[in-house]
């Protein structure tokens, strides 16, 4: 089966960094759009990074300069560098592969989940 594992989230200050990894079984991931998306409370899924087999990258605006997504192909494993975190950035983390790659994520194999809470 399919299998994408999130680890490396945590609570942290506001200002610290965290590494979030994302171990996928099952396909590999050189085929597939890779990205994160989280959702907080009262808030909609929304995307926060995104690979592309194109080589292109995606970041939403908040992030951007402050987060890196990147991917490696040997180890089937993505990886998203949280930098100078914020109290805003306080959400559950989803990693997603999509096959379509269309930015809608609509057709997409998702993790469980890592927590990060920043304060």
């Known amino acids: 089966h399919v299998q994408l594992v999130e680890s490396g989230g945590g609570s942290v200050q506001a200002g610290g960094s965290l590494r979030l990894s994302c171990v996928v079984s099952?396909?590999?991931?050189?085929?597939?759009?890779m990205g994160w998306l989280h959702e907080a409370p009262g808030k909609e899924r929304e995307g926060v990074a995104a690979?592309?087999?194109?080589?292109?990258?995606w970041y939403d605006d908040p992030v951007k300069g402050r987060f890196t997504i990147t991917q490696d192909n040997t180890k089937n494993t993505v990886y998203l560098q949280m930098n100078s975190l914020k109290p805003e950035d306080t959400a559950m983390y989803y990693c997603?592969?999509?096959?379509?790659?269309?930015?809608?994520?609509?057709?997409?194999?998702w993790g469980q989940g890592t927590q990060v809470t920043v304060s």
């Open positions: 099952g396909v590999s991931i050189s085929r597939y759009c």
């Open positions: 997603a592969a999509d096959i379509a790659c269309d930015g809608s994520w609509l057709g997409s194999i």
């Open positions: 690979t592309y087999t194109d080589g292109n990258t």
